[in-house]
């Protein structure tokens, strides 16, 4: 089980607004910043959020993040087909002195 | 901008050791945290440890301590993993990537990983 659950799966039709959360605690996302992480299939994972909502260039506006207390979410609107991939979130354990990831989610387009 | 290029595909009994190269190519490479992240096969990803080039810091994830080994060899840019005692639950994909940057005021540690490896595949079966 995941330190970091997320859901499973997502999906939207093009044009949409879709939401990806990502559940922590005080000792990760409620004292460190969040990364979300675009896995396209068959890919290496590419970083898409840093320090909860900056976005490293080249990424499209579309995606955002934000994070409230010990939860954390990813915001893509203007849903379109290539956006579909798993999404994970990341964020730095005090108590382990390490990383930890979400169990990602698969976001499916209609 | 920098690259990193990962070794080949790897096929090991169970029992034995694999290492998995990354070298790093077209920027600063020693002063970046160098982590170490696998995904089992259909399963999310998972942090194993990673390096400071430039001092040799290591930490490793508590559930490979003592059964990984991160070094890096500064002179040709390249920080290896290896991972003993491997058991069919190691077959996975093997990134390395880069983490945050390392300077007097800041350990790097915390660092996203904005550069990753194109992943080496490690298969473990009898």
């Known amino acids: 089980q995941s330190v970091l659950p997320q859901p499973p799966s997502a999906s939207g039709t093009p044009g949409q607004r879709v939401t990806i959360s990502c559940s922590g605690s005080s000792s990760n996302i409620g004292s460190n910043s969040v990364d979300w992480y675009q896995q396209l299939p068959g890919s290496a994972p590419k970083l898409l959020i840093y320090?909860?909502?900056q976005r490293p260039s080249g990424v499209p506006d579309r995606f955002s993040g934000s994070r409230s207390g010990t939860s954390a979410s990813l915001a893509i609107s203007g849903l379109q087909s290539e956006d579909e991939a798993d999404y994970y979130c990341a964020a730095w354990e005090d108590s382990l002195n390490h990383w930890v990831f979400g169990g990602g989610t698969k976001l499916t387009v209609l | 901008q920098v690259q990193l290029v990962q070794s080949g595909a790897e096929v090991k009994k169970p029992g034995s050791s694999v290492k998995v190269s990354c070298k790093a190519s077209?920027?600063?490479?020693?002063?970046?945290?160098i982590s170490w992240v696998r995904q089992a096969p259909g399963q999310g990803l998972e942090w194993m440890g990673g390096i400071i080039p430039f001092s040799g810091t290591r930490n490793d994830a508590q559930k490979f301590q003592g059964r990984v080994t991160i070094r890096a060899d500064k002179s040709t840019s390249t920080v290896y993993m290896e991972l003993h005692s491997l058991t069919s639950e190691d077959t996975a994909v093997y990134y390395c990537?880069?983490?945050?940057?390392?300077?007097?005021?800041?350990?790097?540690?915390?660092?996203?990983?904005?550069?990753w490896g194109q992943g080496t595949a490690v298969f473990v079966s009898s």
């Open positions: 320090n909860t909502n």
């Open positions: 077209g920027g600063t490479f020693t002063t970046y945290v």
């Open positions: 990537a880069r983490g945050g940057h390392y300077t007097a005021s800041y350990s790097g540690w915390t660092g996203a990983f904005d550069i």
